[in-house]
């Protein structure tokens, strides 16, 4: 490989990924303009017209947004490549810092600020114009950046600690660096889902202890139906921000928890909230969270010894715009070069994770509708497409590309035919 056959290839599935993005955003709009006019007839009794219509236009709505952004960051991409951005950066990065170490992280750090100042505007776009206009968004402009320097902050003094430990492996620790890396990668990992619940996510949410004395019973009979012991149960102001409802659970071992939304409680039945839950708890049972993290682990793997051989070619830099340092570590680029380009390369792929995340979501279904009642289940899956104007009428193969779930009315008569 040289480094114009690798610029051509970057280029060349650039090209490929937009057209096939761009190509899935058409037919998915026009596939929910042509079924705007009517409810589907599995849903006319249950979903208002009104509602149905609604959804389609946010629907089409995010799509359009979707499309501009990704063209956005397309410019953006070739900007920090082959137009020279990175390599301005970094040049400039280097007359402040020397090389070194403070070189590499202060490189890193950069690039984070360059590339989220110019997220910003379709973030707050989003949140405030498009999520306004539906009648979803709860956030004030002062709690968004509150947000935003809490994420900073929590990035920082989370992230300068890792990417420390990181490059000092890529520099020291010889040719199976990326080895030892993968190894603290997937205990930071594991780290973070033990702290997320009760260090992280209370930084952003109030979670006050289901208070609720017949929920609670409810939901403790259930746990105790499929065998699944908790730390607890906790309700999460999650109208703060948004106006969709969602339930979860989060951490591992004993520091599992169970989260609902407020929103969620304010908008289901008690047996449709458990329902809900069961089919939680079925993701947790059917161990398909185990065998997701052995597939990140291992695809995160692979992709570091990956990495472990691009940092050493030349046409690597060269070919993505960047000329490699002889006198400075070109660790901090390469990470750099690799997050930017990669997404490039595995977007055409994407339906193969949707896949087995669907075959996953089927078999929730079907744990929820065994252990609870399936029709429990569906007026509740109704109630949250409608109040988070999911469209209920997705273009197939738009669906196939991105969604982790399968489309409501798939999920639905699934259920009512079990
Ligand atoms: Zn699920």
Redesign the pocket.
């Known amino acids: 490989m040289n480094s114009v056959t690798f610029s051509v290839f970057f280029i060349g599935f650039l090209l490929m990924t937009l057209i096939v993005q761009f190509w899935l955003g058409s037919r998915q709009i026009r596939h929910i303009l042509q079924h705007r006019a009517a409810v589907p007839p599995e849903f006319a009794s249950k979903i208002p017209l009104e509602a149905h219509q609604k959804a389609a236009d946010y629907s089409i709505a995010k799509t359009k947004f979707g499309l501009v952004s990704l063209l956005f960051n397309a410019v953006v991409l070739m900007g920090f490549t082959l137009f020279g951005g990175l390599q301005l950066l970094s040049v400039l990065v280097l007359n402040l810092t020397g090389p070194g170490m403070l070189y590499q992280i202060g490189l890193l750090a950069a690039f984070a600020v360059v590339s989220g100042l110019l997220d910003l505007p379709f973030s707050y776009y989003s949140q405030f114009v498009l999520e306004q206009k539906f009648g979803f968004n709860k956030m004030t402009p002062a709690l968004f950046f509150g947000d935003m320097l809490k994420s900073t902050a929590l990035g920082a003094v989370i992230g300068l600690p890792l990417i420390w430990v990181v490059l000092t492996l890529m520099d020291k620790s010889g040719a199976l660096w990326w080895l030892y890396a993968w190894v603290v990668w997937s205990g930071f990992q594991l780290l973070m889902m033990l702290i997320y619940p009760s260090v992280i996510a209370p930084i952003f949410n109030k979670f006050t202890p289901l208070e609720d004395d017949s929920l609670r019973s409810r939901i403790e009979g259930l746990m105790q139906r499929v065998g699944f012991a908790s730390k607890g149960l906790f309700v999460m102001d999650g109208s703060k921000r948004s106006a969709h409802g969602n339930a979860y659970f989060s951490g591992f071992g004993a520091a599992k928890r169970i989260v609902f939304f407020d929103t969620l409680i304010a908008r289901l039945a008690p047996e449709e909230i458990e329902a809900v839950l069961a ?2 708890l ?2 947790f049972k059917l161990k398909h969270i185990v065998k997701r993290m052995v597939v990140i682990f291992g695809v995160s793997l692979a992709f570091l010894a990956l990495l472990g051989y691009l940092k050493q070619q030349v046409w690597f830099y060269t070919g993505l715009g960047v000329d490699p340092m002889l006198l400075a570590k070109n660790d901090a680029m390469a990470l750099i070069l690799f997050m930017l380009s990669l997404p490039v390369f595995t977007f055409l792929f994407s339906p193969l994770t949707s896949i087995s995340s669907r075959k ?2 089927f078999e ?2 079907a744990f929820a509708a065994h252990h609870t009642n399936a029709n429990d289940l569906v007026a509740a899956l109704v109630k949250l497409y409608e109040d988070n104007a999911s469209t209920l009428t997705p273009d197939p193969l738009h669906s196939a590309f991105y969604d982790s ?1 399968p489309p409501a009315s798939v999920r639905i008569s699934k259920l009512l035919t079990a």
């Open positions: 089919h939680e079925g993701h996953h979501e929730a279904d779930h």
